[in-house]
């Protein structure tokens, strides 16, 4: 059986919208063929990527479009339950998550822009076949 080839890395945004620990830049994504979002941020010179989906309870965890960390701007924290994660890999660092970790997406930068890698799980939500 051929396997599908891997999606080519798709283009997020300039790098310059990611400002140090600032807003994220979301997305739309399919996981497991499901509609969902991901979103892209900058957290200590570097730029990480998760699915937004709180591992508590599935829901998405920004607290207006974009904005994810706490006000002290250390954690990502899901807007619903206050579950805190580590930008740094995602894992629970407090709340009701317990010993959970957030959905990584790979994503890269150069060039001054932001891709995402897609992968078998995580897919665009559109592609130009649509």
Known sequence: M???PELPP???CPSST???RGNAFVFDVLHFGQT???FVLRFDGQ???YLNRCVHVPTEMDWQPGEFL???KEYI???IHGAAYDPRDGRCA???CGRGKLTPLQVEERDGQVYWYPSRDTRPAFSASD
Request: charged letters at 25%; one cysteine or more.
């Open 94 to 96: 407090g709340g009701p």
């Open 70 to 72: 706490d006000s002290g």
């Open 10 to 12: 798709q283009q997020l």
């Open 2 to 4: 051929l396997e599908k």
């Open 77 to 79: 924290l899901c807007s």
């Open 36 to 38: 969902a979002r991901g």
């Open 18 to 20: 990611l400002e140090e």
């Open 47 to 49: 730029i990480v990527a």
